[in-house]
């Protein structure tokens, strides 16, 4: 019982210390760094 209380608030902490949040606020940041590789795998290709 206590722990199916506290399950959920806990899960909430947990991801407000992390930086998970803030990842999720900024979806575009990931889209970004993908793009920058794939930009990267490009540029690696075309010197080969």
């Known amino acids: 019982i206590i722990m199916s209380n506290t399950t ?17 606020e900024k979806p575009f940041q990931l889209k970004d760094i993908i793009t920058l590789l794939e930009k990267n795998n490009e540029d690696i290709e075309h010197d080969s």
Not at 8 to 24: V, Y
């Open 8 to 24: 959920g608030p806990a899960i909430d902490k947990m991801f407000k210390q992390s930086n998970a949040d803030d990842m999720i």
